[in-house]
């Protein structure tokens, strides 16, 4: 590649007598420059003048075979030294604002003097210059400026108050200058050298002094000024054969207040230091429209808060099938049970999602807001104080099965429990037309966050409801695996309450405990077998409250009522007895009402499974197995209008209403009258069996199956 030239450009190099400036010099001249070679003469304190230095220089350039002039002017009367390259060159291309003096003092023992000297020479000399250039720079359509900083500006040093802040200065400078020189062509950069110079040989230590050569850093300054480069507005340090970009950055910062009619208290801006100053996860910030951007945003925010009248925020949630199947897993759908494979396999002629699923977009629209962090007033708490209080989900329209959801959260109230604070949020979750689909309202139990002063009762929560006062209808049991939280913090509740050990501790656990969601994601999913043939769409909302935690690898027995098209149910822990979810229901479309029918009549079902089917339902609660087939589709259904001549088909799976056209092996048969006696517990089933009104018949070892459930010794 070819070097870069400068020739027919004209190079004006201030303080260019020694140092890096006649190292600029020296090397602009080498690639073909004419150099106007300023330097007042004087020392690095500002004191005297001579013509020596820039005349040295001059020289130096000549016997090379370059062309230069001596410029022995103060940059404070920068004009005279752009005149000078006009005069003898016609032209200014690229001005260098080099010259700089020291006024050390500590910061106390700073004269006036100290002071406007530093100043005036850096901050104002480079005014000056590149004011008297500028307007030729723009009329020409080419210009590079170079303003010098230091780390003393960026960073500040003992004893250079008075520098720093002109060395700073002189970056503002260079901002601005950038903006409005970019149109024409104008580029306008800031070099922050490290060098060995006239100004630092006594400061720096002497083996330092030796490596950082002013030649190493000429050439990053003299690549700036060439019209192939496009850097402009920026800051580059340099040093020592190396050389990097400074820039400013800022944290993501933190809101102060929720509404744009509140106030900012110094409490607030207090509790939210942390976040204020963490630096962890920064933006790079590159013009003052970015800077105030980011601002205006918050502003937008707050000002549609308070037309909603409450904070809310909104948050597109975008899932596949593969999201809907992990959740599925994580709440222990399993491929054993055949009824299940809809929820795992997506090329599945019947795929559904589980309608818990959806609880996820209210989910992440809690987390991704600050709805939960700044709920409640004056209190900050950490993840491991929030535990799930209670949840509700009502499905309003078609759900997709894959797709996106955006979701709007809005804290509606905050309850005083005393033990803890209860942030109730409704969150509202629209589909890609814009239409509501679906309703979640959360319950966050914030503990240790109450006495805060508020209420106690609150007026928005969507009611939980006691169960039944009668024995469950029907009670499924499920033991959840030891690594459940590990799989179901896939589906994106990566709290570390329940996985972490150290984290469970400090929140005041022996060990991590599940997600309420999970255990409620286990909870409606045996609901829907037992009463809606596993079919999702039957679904229309739930209510649950978690009132005591799961351990992973506990058993959950889902205890069930059915009251119409409601479904009361509660979620104890076989190992301890707790009832860890209560005052739950499940709102159906419709109840399904023969699932045990539907279950018999599928072909592939073999006799066999149909009595592990029963025996497992009558293990889970042996006072409601009164009967087996009729009886137990009876308490399945509760539809007493179904409660006929039923005759079960066992080996081939079968249910009949009434004959069978051929008479099957194995039947169990009761009448109409007596399979109502019988569910209404008026008729004992072993009575009833004994009197021949309840009858076995076919086959002897399929039947012989069911005499112990009938708890008989009845011979067959
Ligand atoms: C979709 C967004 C999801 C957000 C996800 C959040 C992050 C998740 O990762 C966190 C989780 O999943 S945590 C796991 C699931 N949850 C649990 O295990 C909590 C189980 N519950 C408890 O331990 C207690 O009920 C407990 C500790 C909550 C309360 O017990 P106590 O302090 O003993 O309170 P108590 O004396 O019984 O009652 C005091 C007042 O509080 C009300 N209350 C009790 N339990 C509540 C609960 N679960 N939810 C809401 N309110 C509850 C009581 O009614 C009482 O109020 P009042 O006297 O007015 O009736």
């Keep these: 590649m070819a070097d870069l030239r400068f020739d027919d450009r004209v190079v004006v190099v201030t303080g260019a007598g020694a140092g890096l400036g006649r190292a600029y010099a020296l090397l602009f001249a080498s ?12 020392g690095r304190h500002g004191d005297g003048s001579s013509s020596k230095a820039a005349d040295g220089v001059v020289e130096e350039i000549r016997r ?5 002039v001596a410029d022995y002017n103060s940059v404070v009367d920068g004009e005279k030294i752009i005149k000078t390259a006009v005069d003898n060159f016609g032209r200014v291309d690229v001005l260098i604002n080099n010259a700089g003096i020291l006024r050390d003092k500590s910061f106390a023992k700073i004269s006036d003097a100290d002071w406007d000297l530093v100043h005036a020479v850096h901050l104002k000399g480079s005014f000056k210059t590149t004011q008297a250039a500028f307007p030729i720079f723009k009329r020409q359509g080419y210009g590079r400026i170079i303003m010098t900083s230091s780390n003393s500006g960026l960073y500040g040093n003992f004893g250079q108050a008075n520098y720093s802040a002109a060395k700073m200065g002189l970056v503002g400078l260079a901002s601005t200058v950038a903006i409005e020189g970019a149109r024409s062509n104008v580029y306008c950069n800031v070099i922050v050298p490290t060098a060995a110079s006239r100004l630092t040989e006594d400061i720096l230590p002497p083996e330092l002094y030796t490596e950082l050569k002013p030649e190493l850093i000429a050439p990053v300054v003299a690549y700036l000024c060439h019209e192939s480069c496009q850097e402009n507005g920026s800051v580059i340090e340099s040093a020592a054969g190396w050389a990097g970009k400074c820039t400013v950055v800022r944290s993501n910062g933190s809101l102060l207040r929720t509404k744009i009619t509140d106030g900012v208290s110094i409490e607030a801006v207090r509790d939210k230091w942390e976040k204020i100053t963490d630096l962890s996860k920064v933006e790079r910030v590159n013009t003052i429209q970015e800077a105030t951007g980011a601002l205006m945003a918050s502003l937008e925010g707050l000002r549609s808060n308070q037309e909603e009248n409450g904070e809310e925020d909104s948050t597109s949630y975008e899932f596949t099938n593969k999201d809907a199947i992990l959740y599925a897993l994580g709440v222990g759908a399993s491929v054993a049970k055949a009824d299940e494979l809809k929820f795992l396999y997506e ?49 309003i329209g078609e759900l997709p099965q894959e797709g996106r959801l955006v979701s709007k959260a809005k804290v509606v109230e905050v309850l005083d429990k005393g033990s803890g604070a209860a942030v109730i949020i409704n969150v509202d979750s629209f589909n890609e037309n814009g239409d509501l689909v679906l309703r979640n309202q959360t319950v966050t139990f914030v503990l240790g966050a109450g006495n805060f002063g508020g209420a106690r009762n609150g007026t928005k929560i969507v009611a939980c409801l006691d169960k ?21 913090r896939l589906s994106g509740d990566a709290n570390p309450l329940h996985i972490d050990p150290n984290m469970a501790l400090v929140a005041g656990f022996d060990k991590p405990i599940l997600h309420g969601l999970c255990t409620l994601g286990f909870s409606v999913r045996m609901v829907l077998g037992a009463f809606a043939s596993h079919n999702a769409a039957l679904f229309k909302a739930c209510k649950v409250r978690f009132s005591k935690p799961v351990v992973p690898g506990q058993t959950l027995r889902v205890n069930m009522w059915r009251e119409d098209k409601r479904v009361h149910f509660e979620t104890v822990v076989v190992e301890n007895n707790n009832v860890v979810i209560g005052g739950a229901y499940v709102d159906l479309q419709s109840i399904v009402m023969q699932p045990l029918a539907n279950k018999l009549s599928t072909p592939d079902l073999k006799s066999d499974a149909i009595f592990e089917f029963i025996i497992e339902q009558v293990k889970a609660d042996p006072n409601k197995a009164k009967s087996v087939g009729g009886l137990f589709l009876y308490n399945i259904t509760k539809d007493k209008k179904q409660a006929k001549q039923w005759t079960m088909d066992l080996k081939n799976a079968k249910v009949y209403q009434g004959a069978p056209e051929q008479k099957p092996s194995t039947t169990l048969t009761i009448s109409d009258e007596d399979f109502m006696l019988l569910a209404e517990g008026k008729l004992n089933p072993q009575t009833a069996f004994m009197k021949g009104k309840l009858k076995i018949t076919g086959n002897i070892m399929l039947a012989q199956k069911l005499a112990p459930l009938l708890k008989t010794n009845a011979k067959l």
Excluded: C, W
């Design 31 to 42: 690639r073909g420059a004419k150099v106007v070679v300023n330097d007042l003469g004087g």
């Design 64 to 68: 090379n075979g370059g062309t230069a």
């Design 347 to 395: 090329q599945h002629e019947d795929f559904q999602v589980l309608p818990t699923f959806y609880v996820l977009p209210a989910m992440q629209a809690v987390f991704m807001s600050n709805n939960l962090e700044t709920a409640i007033p004056g209190r900050t708490f950490s993840l491991t104080q929030v535990l799930h209080g209670e949840q509700y989900l009502e499905v």
């Design 468 to 488: 039944p006062k009668r024995r469950p209808d029907v009670s499924v049991t499920e033991k959840t695996s030891l690594d459940q939280a590990a799989l179901y």
